[in-house]
């Protein structure tokens, strides 16, 4: 509709370029698509589950992983994140802290210059203790500790 009255007052009174029309069908497909975080994708999640500053944080770490020897953790955090974000199941209280578990293991594995195994041994104790009930959240947490196992040797 604003198009076409920014195009009518063009032809009626030329003042200036002539307007360019608002890109509609563009936006509302953006609007409809998922939302892609750099590095994580998210699809049909509810507002607020998953902290922005942590997936900024997170997609970082994953980022700083690639061609590394830690690519494969970085690839099951991902996987996590994700699995988090686009649970179905389990109240938002629980993914939240779920999440926040995630990006601290991911400080504590790749941000830290020494990791402490006994501390990062304790917060997968409890990831999985929280995602007892989630299957697919707490698969990928155990494919995230089997990672952290093979980097820890």
Known sequence: MYNDAAHQMDMI?????????????????????????HNINITNSTVG??????LAQIS?????TKGKPTEEFGTKLKALIESIANEK????ATKKALAELTKTIGDQVLVERK???????ALFEKLV??????????AAAEQLRAAWQHIAG
């Open 13 to 37: 009174a030329p003042f200036g370029p002539m307007h360019q029309p608002i890109p509609v069908a563009e936006i509302a497909r953006a609007m409809t698509k998922a939302n892609t975080f």
């Open 49 to 54: 589950v998953v902290n922005t500053g942590d």
């Open 60 to 64: 970082a770490m994953i980022e700083i």
């Open 89 to 92: 199941g389990g109240d938002d």
């Open 115 to 121: 990791p402490s195994s006994t501390v990062v041994e």
């Open 129 to 138: 203790s929280m995602s007892s009930g989630l299957t697919t959240i707490l």
